[in-house]
């Protein structure tokens, strides 16, 4: 077991958002298709709100959005009820595994971050809000593309989903981590970085490549300087709302973010 404490041992990475799936489209795509299905209307917005829960429980807090409800009531008469959330949940899974081998291009930057860690002696590690049918094929789809994680931990597989701690801490037990406070949590969701504060790790939040700003590649491209610097505000805005430590553009940024946790630990600060 490597208990090191004064530097960074292990970094933890969400997929969707964050080290794959620009936008993080996949999710938004398969939640969209769902409502249509049942003749509701939902927008980007309303989808992307819960991201980053165990899908379920993203489905369940959809459903209780107001504007949703109300629909919901008008079509069928009644509140939705549990038994709703788990016919529509095993609906969403085709959706989900469809637009999942659609948007899983890793992130640019990603592997040079990978290679990075690698060359560093830093542990990889992921956890997901997809369940592991989801998750395999997402990480089949990565490995083609050359990225890899040494653990990962599902939703499905622990007691409570984001924002508990127990799928990052359930990595730390993988990897062999004795000290969560030389652990980094690298999400694209205030609820991923919640996940991060309660384990006791360093928290990077990433603005851009992810659901806080929820554009694919080609449309943050197109925009120009002022209308990037704009959104990038607005995204950072909505991370800092779970006061990470850090918030960077996408993964491809964080090992600038390693040097200084690291040199952060060297003076005995901890998260």
């Known amino acids: 077991m490597n208990n090191t404490n004064n530097t960074v041992q292990a970094a933890i990475f969400d997929w969707a958002g964050t080290t794959v799936d620009f936008g993080s489209v996949a999710p938004i795509e398969a939640f969209k298709a769902l409502f249509e299905h049942e003749d509701i209307t939902v927008s980007d917005a309303d989808c992307r709100a819960p991201m980053g ?5 993203h489905i369940r807090q ?3 959005m107001p504007k949703i409800a109300q629909q919901w009531e008008t079509l069928y008469q009644r509140s939705p009820s549990e038994k709703d959330v788990q016919r529509l949940y095993h609906e969403f899974l085709p959706l989900q595994l469809e637009t999942i081998q659609e948007f899983s291009q890793v992130i640019p930057g990603c592997l040079d971050t990978m ?3 690698k060359d560093k002696k830093i542990k990889i590690g992921s956890n997901t809000g997809y369940n592991e049918e989801m998750y395999a094929l ?7 593309q050359g990225f890899t994680t040494q653990s990962n931990v599902c939703a499905t597989q622990v ?5 508990y701690p127990y799928m990052a801490q359930a990595v730390m037990e993988e990897l062999g981590i004795l000290d969560a406070a030389t652990c980094i949590k690298v999400d694209d969701t205030e609820t991923g970085l919640e996940e991060g504060r309660h384990a006791g790790m360093w928290t990077v939040g990433v603005s851009i490549s992810g659901n806080a700003l929820g554009l694919r590649q080609a449309q943050w491209e197109a925009l120009n300087q002022e209308e990037q610097s704009n959104l990038r505000q607005g995204a950072e805005e ?3 709302k779970v006061n990470p430590h850090y918030i960077i553009d996408s993964v491809a940024e964080l090992p600038n973010v390693i040097e200084r946790i690291n040199a952060r630990l060297m003076r005995g600060e901890r998260p």
């Open 53 to 57: 829960t165990e899908k379920s429980e």
């Open 62 to 64: 959809m459903l209780a």
């Open 115 to 117: 290679a990075y860690l």
């Open 138 to 144: 997402v990480a089949k789809t990565a490995e083609q």
């Open 159 to 163: 007691s409570k989903g984001r924002p």
């Open 238 to 240: 909505k991370l800092a």
